[in-house]
């Protein structure tokens, strides 16, 4: 059974920055694309970026060039770097796991079948 763990969401103001990480277990990083993901109040989920073994990385045009998506293949560990924060990135953060390789043009939840329970960012100014 894939389970996934988030962690280090939390608080932080406008411009600030925050790494949120994903502890993957009973998964094979070569075998599967990882994703972010995020819902904010009343809005649907929506995805924020993903990454695979072969080097895919995809972004949400709205946090290219702000976030960075990374993974540790060894230690199955996926991170989400945040910088620049905005106040419409608060929302509840997930991660999770889709068996095959990324899509490179979009990041859809759709396609993914494993998720964390997910970890809350809030941005004030």
């Known amino acids: 059974q894939v389970q996934l763990e988030e962690s280090g969401g939390g608080s932080a103001e406008t411009g600030g920055s925050l790494r949120l990480s994903c502890v993957a277990s009973?998964?094979?990083?070569?075998?599967?694309?990882m994703g972010w993901f995020r819902q904010a109040p009343g809005k649907e989920r929506e995805g924020v970026a993903s990454i695979d073994s072969a080097g895919t990385i995809t972004y949400a045009d709205s946090v290219k060039g702000r976030f960075t998506i990374s993974q540790d293949n060894v230690r199955t560990i996926q991170y989400l770097l945040m910088n620049s924060l905005k106040f419409d990135d608060t929302a509840i953060y997930y991660c999770?796991?889709?068996?095959?390789?990324?899509?490179?043009?979009?990041?859809?939840?759709?396609?993914?079948?494993?998720w964390g329970q997910g970890t809350q960012v809030t941005v004030s100014s």
């Open positions: 009973n998964l094979t990083y070569s075998r599967y694309c």
């Open positions: 999770a796991a889709a068996l095959g390789t990324c899509n490179s043009a979009y990041v859809s939840p759709r396609d993914f079948y494993y």
